[in-house]
């Protein structure tokens, strides 16, 4: 189950320790040594989540581009033709013969290799800290020749009132725990499992919205989006 990533480089010289990563060059693939060192991200002051940690590499620090256009107010486009990224100010995003917008905006999406439906059936709880959240759940099944998980295939984003909400975790309900832990679990192929994932919520009124995406960058831009609705 082969994910190309696309990273945006930066100079950096801190350095801790080292893994090994396969990147594309041309159209061959080459391992690289990476190190990593818990490297934060501050847009304008405020710290940023990525979906990917970034890595080092010969002295750059590579970002997940992805992240980093979304929080300096970008719209990333990829050109499968041309094998061309365009990063452009939002509202002026370059078609490229293809649709900027997600092809798929329903909330239960195949992605080819998985596929992840958002249920209806969430529910609000506390968590670790005493704080209203929200567990998410989903329907993850993969069809690929190799184990894997929804946290790996997987970077989701959760709204309500247009801001991201922060993630979270239980420490006392067992179920709630099994849905958390489901998550990072890994399923063969033809399995399905049912995932879920805890935030902090900003109160109990407002609509919450999902957004499901895959770590691949390349090929079909899908996405799995779902309001939920909070209040009755």
């Known amino acids: 189950m082969k994910k190309k990533k696309l990273f ?9 320790f080292t893994s090994t990563l396969v990147l594309q060059a041309k159209t061959e693939s080459i391992n690289i040594p990476v190190k990593y060192n818990n490297i934060k991200i501050n847009v304008d002051g405020k710290q940023i989540s990525t979906s990917n940690e970034p890595f080092i590499y010969n002295g750059v620090t590579y970002l997940p581009v992805r992240d980093v256009a979304a929080a ?23 078609n490229n013969n293809q649709n900027t917008q997600p092809k798929d905006n329903k909330a239960s999406v195949n992605f080819g290799e998985f596929s992840v439906n958002i249920r209806d059936d969430f529910h609000i709880t506390k968590d670790y800290q005493g704080r209203d959240a929200i567990c998410v759940k989903y329907d993850f099944t993969n069809y690929g020749d190799k184990s894997t998980s929804l946290s790996l295939e997987t970077y989701n984003k959760v709204f309500q009132d247009g801001i991201e909400l922060e993630r979270t975790f239980v420490s006392s309900d067992a179920i709630d725990r099994q849905y958390y832990d489901n998550n990072s679990k890994s399923i063969q192929k033809g399995t399905t499992i049912l995932a879920g994932e805890f935030y902090v919520l900003r109160n109990k009124t407002s609509d919450v919205s999902i957004e499901v995406d895959d770590f691949s960058f390349f090929g079909e831009d899908k996405m799995a989006i779902k309001t939920l609705k909070i209040s009755n």
């Open 8 to 16: 945006l480089g930066v100079f950096t010289t801190a350095l801790i």
């Open 72 to 94: 300096t107010g970008k719209t990333v486009n990829w050109d499968e033709n041309t094998k061309t990224v365009s990063l452009t100010s939002q509202g002026n995003a370059v």
